[in-house]
């Protein structure tokens, strides 16, 4: 860090010593050097601050490029003034697809699917109108689930296995619609060309991957029929389906040998290597670290008719989409090149404008590395205070030093940034509209949110262990320019959760407690804080109840003077009615440490029906036995598991939560849970077991592969506690 301040010092004395010896040069009516220096300070504090609030320009258009040549000095040059490596290659990319999945059925049955009028649960998603894919899902009669290399279809009502389609690869999630499944995997692809898994002059190869969207016909689904299959190189991202099309993103590292781009190749019933005139880019976007081919493929449910759009990116992390637009955001981290043109271009320039041509030279010289960028921007200092007066120089280093340190850490707050981009999507066509960016980075897709054409994001700067975190809030218009914000809360917490309910936000931050602020986002130029609630604990996941109440899943916590150690899985239901003073209603706690949730982190395993008095988690409870701490147990101190299955609550705001039973898959975890009008599926990676909805009691179960475990869990009666 020292070595930072220093080099950011150097840059500060620049500026000082033009006032230094200015001193010698202007009348005494002039302010003083003191005052001089704090204008530029101010300055430079100013910008620093505004540092990560880039915006769109106000029609931002992509491009493609217009030969091979065009992408391969495009990836050279940013390469160059980001200071990034590419993986390199030692052939050609990817090899074609590896033949059709295979189809096994099992029974005879021979009866189409139908739209069941009966009542089923859905995928718990964030959008309505936007479906997301999973391991489970059902129709109301037939249950579609992926399980290791195979996609299984279920009976319901009888529950057992109508057919299995196997697969070559490793199935990952899938969309059903209209008596279509469709199934997104990957696959590992040997390549005699290409290393994969080793190291290369220095660079770690990972190996090579191929996704495949494979689509079947189940109208018979004892007898699914492979309709569609399209491979694509790279790992797959995320897919969404909305209005008839299934939009898929994948992802591929563009593979450099000799400074020469791989070109990455599709199979959709034949091959094609996509040709640079056919990859768009933002020709002004500033340098990734790592460059992406993303690939976005929108098919339509009804014809299967295909679109495919490839963009090189740098590496997406997160997606959010609404009905008509998808986001991809990355966290993308500022250099110290980057850190030193700035503070060139806010503070040095405006004050030494003789330095400015120099640093052109040095900048529109595409054959200097980012070393030699800043070894020459060294020799252009060096040069200019070797022409100064030792004692100008002393005085100027003593009277900023304090400043320097200031400026360096509000420097280091905005090493984060979240770069968003954003796609349009109309009818299954795919254009990049607009990109920006925002300071800190995001925690997940609940962190951000379009309404009313504005896009709304939470992010967080800083670490906590360090002591300078902070989090905030943008509203971006349509072509993502910052057009509101609420900054600086929660000081030293980071965000554990959000949750964006119209012109509400609901944020959760945690260091200690947990605070559950309310923010009002009616205006968005002038978004703000109502209220907010401290309790201990906080929660991963917030899911809306009504209205007026809201659902929180995380953990309980135990102060510990200056943090916390979090416990057992915490349960909460919060009233903001009275936006201004949240409350929580009702809590209910399972376990001690060590007690875990697959809906912490997955959404998809949360199973909420409020018309059903219905709340179904996943759980993984553990307890401290007190013989084992005789003098009593520490906060810090885990305990043994001692269930692992499905907790079965129901839940209103006049009773609370209430822990109707527990259902088990021997020492299997349990992923998901959906029901087809009274009966309750719970979903493991080998099992799917039915339970009355009235009772809890088993009504039936099936195997779908050999079950390694032999251990099991007791369910827990109705009576028991958690």
């Known amino acids: ?111 189409a699917v139908t739209e069941s009028s009966t009542d089923y649960s859905r995928t718990n998603i964030q959008v309505e109108g936007v479906d997301e894919p999973d391991i489970v899902k059902t129709d109301g009669k037939y249950i579609y689930k992926v399980s290791d290399k195979s996609v299984y279809i279920l009976s319901s009502d009888p529950l057992s296995i109508v057919s299995r389609i196997a697969f070559n690869g490793r199935p990952n999630n899938i969309f059903i619609s209209e008596g279509k499944v469709f199934v997104f995997g990957s696959k590992t692809v040997p390549n005699e060309n290409r290393v994969s898994g080793a190291m290369v002059d220095d660079y770690w190869i990972p190996e090579s991957y191929e996704t495949f969207l494979s689509v079947y016909d ?85 014809t299967l008719e295909e679109q495919k759009r490839v963009f090189l990116l740098g590496s997406g992390q997160t997606l959010y989409s609404s009905e008509e637009n998808m986001y991809i955001v990355s966290t993308k981290y500022t250099t110290e090149l980057e850190l030193t043109k700035a503070v060139f271009e806010k503070a040095i320039f405006p004050t030494i404008p003789s330095l400015k041509e120099k640093l052109e030279e040095i900048d529109n010289n595409k054959n200097i590395s980012t070393s030699g960028r800043l070894a020459s921007y060294q020799k252009v200092f060096t040069d200019y205070l070797s022409s100064l007066l030792p004692e100008d120089r002393k005085t100027i280093e003593n009277l900023i030093e304090k ?70 809030l943008y509203v971006l218009d349509s072509k993502l320019n910052i057009v509101g914000k609420i900054e600086g809360l929660a000081p030293g917490e980071k965000i554990y959760s959000a949750r964006f309910m119209g012109p509400k936000a609901y944020i959760v931050t945690f260091k200690k407690v947990d605070p559950l602020f309310v923010l009002d986002l009616s205006n968005p130029t002038a978004p703000k804080v109502l209220g907010k609630l401290k309790i201990p604990g906080y929660s991963d996941y917030l899911h809306p109840y009504d209205e007026t109440h809201l659902i929180g899943i995380g953990k309980d916590a135990s102060d510990a003077g200056n943090f916390a150690w979090y416990q057992g899985l915490k349960l909460s239901l919060f009233d903001v009615s009275d936006l201004e003073n949240p409350k929580e209603v009702a809590n209910f706690k399972i376990g001690d440490r060590g007690s875990e949730s697959e809906a912490l982190h997955d959404h998809k395993a949360f199973l909420f029906d409020r018309q059903k008095n219905l709340l179904v988690l996943p759980v993984s409870v553990a307890k401290i036995n007190p013989e084992d701490y005789p003098n009593g147990a520490q906060a810090n101190a885990y305990g043994h598991t001692v269930f692992t299955g499905a907790y ?62 032999t251990t099991s869990y007791p369910e827990l009666p109705v009576s028991a506690g958690a």
Not at 403 to 426: A, G, H, M, Y
Not at 685 to 697: F, G, H, Q, T
């Open 1 to 111: 860090m020292e070595e930072k301040i220093a080099a950011l010092f150097g840059i500060v004395i620049v500026v000082s010593a033009f006032f230094a010896a200015a001193i010698q040069l202007k009348p005494v009516s002039e302010p003083s050097i003191e005052e001089k220096l704090a204008t530029s300070y101010n300055t430079l504090i100013s910008f620093i601050k505004n540092a990560g609030n880039k915006t769109a320009e106000p029609e931002i258009k992509e491009v493609t490029f217009e030969s091979y040549s065009a992408l391969a000095t495009f990836l050279k040059e940013r390469k160059s003034n980001y200071g990034g490596g590419f993986y390199p290659s030692t052939g050609t990319p990817f090899a074609s697809a590896t033949g059709s999945p295979k189809m096994l059925a099992t029974t005879a049955q021979t009866s």
């Open 218 to 302: 189940v109208s018979n689904p004892s007898e699914p029929k492979l309709l569609k299959e399209i491979s694509l190189p790279g790992n797959y991202f995320d897919a969404r389906m909305a209005k008839g099309y299934i939009y898929a993103v994948v992802n591929q590292y563009v593979n450099m040998k000799d400074d020469q781009p791989d070109l990455p190749i599709v199979t959709s019933g034949s091959e094609e290597t996509i040709q640079p005139e056919k990859i768009a880019y933002f020709p002004d976007d500033s340098p990734a670290y790592n460059y992406q081919y993303t690939f976005i493929i929108s098919l339509n449910t009804d």
């Open 403 to 472: 400043k320097t340190r200031d400026v360096f850490n509000e420097l280091e707050k905005q090493r984060e940034r979240t770069l968003i981009r954003k796609i349009s999507l109309r009818n299954g066509n795919v254009e990049l509209t607009a990109e920006g960016e925002v300071p800190g980075r995001v925690l997940n897709q609940f962190s951000m949110d379009e309404f009313e054409y504005n896009f709304r994001i939470a992010t967080t700067t800083g670490e906590v262990w360090s002591g300078n975190s902070e989090n905030h």
């Open 648 to 709: 079965v609550f129901s839940l209103n705001p006049e009773d609370g939560f209430v822990l109707r039973g527990s259902i088990s898959h021997l020492q299997n975890q349990i992923h998901r849970s959906l029901y087809i009008g009274n009966t309750l599926y719970t979903v493991s990676d080998n099992m799917v077991k039915a339970n009355s909805l009235l009772d809890l009691k088993e009504t039936g179960s099936t195997k779908l592969a050999a079950d390694a475990y």
